[in-house]
């Protein structure tokens, strides 16, 4: 022990809690590996796997469920591939050794997407720019509200825009954005960069500084990621619990963030959006409570509506109503239905129709569009 | 494809963005994996993985850095280990799969730890304790402060304890946490549990409700993970940039905070500690501002002092100097040192000294320990 101490003290402090490999790698000068690597329109991805038979690559710009790109053993046994460089936008990737997913250990970028932990890679462009810090940036707190209804002491996050701390008198519109199945309070923050998004939209003028509510849309659920917090039996799909999560959210969460931030308490100035379960529940909680929210966007969601309901909407005086979807999402039959009943009941809306499926780098790109359009 | 969208939609949303390995577990029915599986004062860790030839496994108990234990392959190519419980803590741990470093990926609970992502393991005990959510939550915001020492915008992490929000007339004491170097303004609340240990000293009245303000130390650095922040080049050890850091710590982070939450602006309502670098830093600023600490905490952290300076500090009335250490910690000498010069000027204080080396589970006990000290 003592040899591998001399080397700690001796080298730097930041070595000091490494393992086993990495003291390894560090202690004998080996190069580090960059990966991944974007150039020139390519993007190389490097894994150091000593024993490995086989390694793959899976990204979330791959079309299929099952693609995989075959990495190829190079010297030091540092497996390596290079590929043409996707469009422009936030992707996620995964090694596979040997059998077993693996993130990229040389990438400290990463994004919890429910119970997995994904590498990260940016391509630059057009379509990612919002995606990146913005020079002024908003605040990012999570706190804990008391929901009497689901019995639970549950944490949420807000960000609030740059410039609130010393606006003193400023008060904001709020949007409530909800997420889907499997995510949770983090969701928005990590997966959808909601922050950076609204960050950067403010920043250009191009949206009204906006507080953003996230919160966790599991009834059951405390709160993710932690120690001992157990959930609740709180199954959002059992009638016996309909709607119990939407009335938290409507006669708790909403009171809760117009007591604690300086809010305009009127539905001129409340948005809702979610995606997929976070969609129904917006459809939810805009018809159990019509005169809550003006501002209404469901994304590739799919939630039963009747046409008394679109028709009570509609006299609540929405002022807009927004729909966005992809052509390859499993719910685009379900959110034609939603469009078709809108039109049906007279509410004007609309309807955005792009390519690719149930996927975050749609509703990154949703949130980055109909934020424009709220509180003008 | 079509075939794997039925499957989807038939069975739940939250399976949406599976990938190619979960998906086929998820559709074909397999029983999920448990992994760690604490029962009976043992923990059995599993891992699928197919086609490796060697699983083994290092974790943070585990007496030496190049210490593992192998797992063995059983049915379904479930690979599993079964050991004693370690003593009431918090650990990380990782596989390694034929060479490459893994993290459980049944197990949803991870620390980052500088760059890396390490899998927890609670061992529940009386040790632990504080380390788990308490029934009385505070607020954990992260925001941005501009620093015209460093030329930057730089991202900080401030705990407000359980009530802040409604006790509309309070003013509290604040803690000012440093992390070591590797760490950054996430340290202490992912790998420290700050916001736990306070939570719970607080709801037990063993501790005052304080802010603590957990800052980036490292002074080129803007943010810790983001897309697009490049660091300065500002390197600590450079004498040229000899305690710009703490110059921006105190004249700037210090007021920043004062004008931003409320609080008492007095020295008897400031203290600071860190952990190695953030040791060096707490002794750096209290040597500074001598004037501006009333309690003062350097963790495995060894800082040179003159025994004027010591003896400055006394005049300036701190009242509480508190030093942690543990004996196989390679910063040991260099506290013993500290705790000589301290007696030398004759400045009363406390020199806290137990096993083990330069590790979070004696930064976590330390701040258990004297966060009870403080403001009394």
């Known amino acids: 022990m003592k040899k591998i101490f001399t080397i700690l003290a001796a080298a730097t402090l930041a070595a000091a809690s490494l393992n086993a490999q990495e003291l390894t790698n560090f202690a004998f000068g080996r190069k580090p590996i960059i990966s991944p690597e974007v150039k020139n329109d390519s993007v190389t991805f490097r894994l150091k796997a000593d024993y490995a038979t086989q390694v793959s690559l899976y990204g979330s710009w791959m079309p299929g469920y099952f693609d995989k790109i075959d990495l190829k053993r190079g010297e030091n046994n540092v497996w390596s591939v290079k590929i043409a460089a996707p469009d422009p936008e936030i992707y996620t990737y995964n090694f596979i050794v040997d059998g077993t997913a693996v993130s990229d250990p040389n990438n400290v970028l990463m994004q919890r997407d429910g119970t997995r932990y994904l590498s990260m890679l940016l391509i630059d462009g057009e379509r990612s720019e919002n995606y990146k810090e913005a020079n002024q940036r908003g605040t990012v707190t ?3 509200y008391d929901s009497n209804i689901l019995g639970l002491n549950r944490r949420l996050t807000v960000y609030t825009p740059y ?9 904001y519109p709020v949007l409530y954005l909800l997420h889907g199945a499997g995510g949770d309070e983090e969701a928005w923050t990590s997966m959808g960069r909601a922050a950076q998004i609204l960050d950067n939209l403010i920043e250009k003028g191009l949206a009204k500084p906006m507080i953003v509510v996230m919160p966790n849309g599991n009834p059951g659920q405390q709160a993710a990621c932690t120690l001992n917090l157990p959930a609740k039996d709180i199954n959002w799909r059992d009638p016996a ?7 938290s959210l409507c006669e708790e ?12 308490a009127k539905p001129e100035s409340r948005a809702i959006a979610g995606l997929s379960m976070g969609g129904g529940h917006t459809i939810s909680a805009s018809t159990l409570y019509p005169e809550l929210f003006d501002y209404i966007c469901p994304l590739s969601a799919a939630g039963g509506m009747t046409v008394d309901q679109v028709k009570a909407l509609k006299k609540a005086g929405v002022k807009l109503y927004w729909i966005g979807c992809g052509k390859a999402d499993f719910l685009f039959e379900g959110s034609n239905k939603l469009d078709a009943v809108l039109t049906e009941g007279g509410l004007e809306h609309t309807y955005f129709v792009n390519e690719g499926g149930h996927v975050w780098y749609n509703w990154r790109q949703y949130l980055n569009i109909f934020a424009q359009l709220l509180f003008k």
């Open 163 to 171: 410039g609130y701390e010393t606006n003193k008198k400023a008060k």
């Open 253 to 264: 969460i909403v009171p809760f963030i117009e007591k604690n931030f300086r809010v305009n």
């Open 241 to 247: 619990f309909a709607n119990v999560y939407v009335k």
């Open 142 to 144: 999570h706190m804990w």
